[in-house]
């Protein structure tokens, strides 16, 4: 199973990946969970001492694979061996950090994104590994062809406007790219109120369910230790097997 999961800063998306990426390792799956924010903290929710060190900062290796920073460069770099080699590997998780791209001008077509996506391509087309990746909002990384590996994107909303209407321009962003199996998990939902109106405001997208606000993440937060939550890590499962019968994975999409 491979996932992305996406939404407004502070919706908790980076609190979601960290409970599917141990709720899968916990089953014995191999499980590469990647950190595609450019703030990196995946490795906090997941308990990691420290994040590895970004790709998209080591220019040299992505000079070395692309054949160059400017002009013409490789789209088809090698990137087949870059999981094992700049990855974290802690409690059955294999973490990589991808990095945002800051520089002025920097697009879709800068070499650092073709380096990126093509290293996404290969991992949710070519390998085995269950795949949770934590993602900004703009879906940076992800193209059609990753988009085709995806079993899921799943898009994080609280009930705040904010949140919603980053969740709508989600929709259409992965509109453009192809990638249709797309599914709403609402966060720190008090009451049914709250839930109809998130329901309401994502009108044509799947809500799988919704989360209420979790005091023992918080915690856990706060004091820098992984992501728990009994109940949450129930309810993480439960949304992967809804997940695994809703979508093309219960086929060996995967």
């Excluded at 988009?147 to 009930?159: C, F, T």
């Excluded at 990638?179 to 109120?193: I, P």
Aim: net charge negative; glycine share 10%; hydrophobic share 40%.
């Amino acid at each position: 199973m491979k996932i992305a999961v996406t939404g407004k800063g502070g919706v908790g998306k980076t609190s979601l990946t960290a409970l599917f990426t141990r709720v899968a390792a916990g089953r014995g799956h191999p499980v590469l969970a990647i950190d595609a924010d450019p703030n990196p903290n995946l490795h906090l929710a997941l308990g990691f001492p420290e994040a590895p060190p970004a790709l998209v900062g080591m220019k040299p290796l992505i000079e070395e694979r692309l054949g160059s920073l400017e002009g013409f460069f490789r789209l088809n770099p090698r990137v087949d061996d870059i999981p094992e080699q700049f990855s974290l590997m802690k409690d059955g998780v294999r973490l990589l950090v991808m990095g945002g791209i800051s520089e002025g001008g920097a697009g879709c077509a800068c070499p650092q994104s073709a380096f990126l996506r093509s290293l996404l391509q290969h991992v949710m087309l070519e390998r085995s590994d269950w795949v949770f990746m934590d993602c900004e909002a703009g879906l940076e990384h992800l193209g059609r062809a990753t988009a085709r590996g995806a079993d899921a994107l799943i898009v994080v909303v609280e009930p705040s406007r904010s949140s919603m209407e980053t969740g709508l321009r989600i929709r259409q962003l992965a509109a453009e790219i192809g990638l249709s199996r797309l599914y709403v998990v609402g966060n720190k939902v008090r009451d049914a109120e709250e839930r109809n109106l998130i329901e309401e405001a994502m009108a044509g997208m799947e809500v799988l369910t919704c989360l209420p606000e979790s005091e023992e993440l918080r915690r856990s937060s706060s004091r820098g230790i992984p992501a728990q939550d009994p109940d949450l890590s129930e309810a993480a499962s439960g949304i992967l097997e809804t997940i695994s019968t809703m979508s093309d994975f219960s086929n060996g999409h995967a």
